[in-house]
């Protein structure tokens, strides 16, 4: 956005401007502002709230997670999954119990 400032109307004007983003949001400048704001967390924000863990597939598991357990069996939680679903490579949350590569079956 260009805000040009010659004389009192461009300094008047720069002033609306910031006060039509700050009072509504929702003005020419407070779109943008807005707009800008979800462009700088951007999709890596988003990316970040869907990442699952890389040695799980079929299912969404929080990587970060203390602990994970088939929903049904004897787990205490606090996170429960339902199966079947692959694991790949190692199995951190220890839900292939017969080690075939499958989880809660």
């Known amino acids: 956005m260009r805000i040009f400032t010659t004389g009192l109307v461009g300094v008047a004007a720069a002033g609306l401007i910031a006060l039509g983003a700050g009072a509504s949001g929702a003005?020419?400048?407070?779109?943008?502002?807005?707009?800008?704001?979800?462009?700088?967390?951007?999709?890596?924000?988003?990316?970040?709230?869907?990442?699952?863990?890389?040695?799980?597939?079929?299912?969404?598991?929080?990587?970060?997670a203390s602990d994970y357990d088939c929903a049904g069996g004897s787990g205490n939680g606090p996170y429960y999954v339902s199966g079947p679903f692959r694991v790949v490579g190692s199995d951190p949350y220890r839900l292939d119990a017969d080690h075939d590569g499958i989880a809660c079956e």
Do not use: S
Request: net charge positive; proline share 8%; charged share 25%.
């Open 27 to 64: 003005g020419a400048a407070g779109g943008g502002h807005a707009a800008d704001a979800r462009a700088a967390r951007g999709p890596e924000a988003g990316a970040a709230k869907r990442r699952c863990h890389p040695n799980y597939r079929g299912r969404c598991l929080k990587p970060n």
